[in-house]
């Protein structure tokens, strides 16, 4: 009796862990290395292309809040012509949102932090980035790993380079409630984020 009891604690726990594994992000067109995620925002839609290659963890930490629903109703907090469009940390009242626990920095695959390309956005302390992602609006050197570690770049955007240009002309002011300057003076949502089917491709019989 208390062999098979010690057996179904073994079952449990491993039918728990496997739910555990499969909620990271990973299970998501897990054979994709190149998912893209369409990005439907109150200015226009963006689609970028993600790089589980060489950003893995980065990657399915991103594709799991989108699984989530967790960029839905998300502001861009911060639009900074010719440097950065950033957002996903954010709901309209600028209250801070549910964050997963914080994600290895991988700004050492390789990626620059170029025009156009997507990467998360961190605190000083190097493995903190969880939720928060920007978009590069200009070819930010300063943002690649040198000394120190960078800020990990794990995509880039596929279609809708115009739509983030006019979000980085906007207008901003310093917002008083989360303490950031450069916040659009009219709020920018992204309403809904959602993972596209893998591309199909015709076999030859």
Excluded: C
Excluded at 1 to 12: F, G
Excluded at 22 to 36: A, C, M, V
Excluded at 37 to 53: A, F, K, P, Q
Excluded at 116 to 142: C, K, L, P, V
């Amino acid at each position: 009796m208390r062999k098979l009891l010690s057996t179904l604690l073994v079952l449990v726990a491993f039918q728990i862990s496997t739910v555990i594994a499969k909620d990271d992000g990973s299970q998501i067109q897990e054979d994709n290395y190149y998912p893209r995620v369409l990005l439907e925002t109150s200015m226009g839609n963006i689609i970028v292309e993600l790089d589980r290659n060489r950003a893995p963890i980065t990657t399915n930490n991103f594709l799991r809040y989108v699984d989530k629903r967790g960029f839905e109703g998300t502001i861009f907090h911060r639009v900074i012509d010719g440097f950065v469009v950033q957002g996903g940390g954010y709901d309209k009242d600028f209250k801070e949102l549910p964050k997963f626990p914080p994600i290895f920095n991988e700004s050492g695959n390789g990626m620059k932090n170029q025009l156009y390309t997507i990467a998360m956005a961190r605190s000083n302390d190097e493995h903190t980035a969880s939720r928060q992602f920007y978009f590069n609006m200009g070819d930010n050197e300063s943002l690649d790993p040198g000394r120190n570690w960078g800020y990990a770049v794990f995509g880039y955007v596929a279609e809708g380079t115009e739509v983030l240009d006019k979000i980085s002309q906007v207008e901003t002011h310093y917002n008083a409630i989360i303490g950031w300057a450069d916040v659009p003076l009219e709020p920018i949502t992204l309403i809904k984020a959602s993972v596209l089917p893998p591309p199909s491709f015709n076999k030859t019989e």
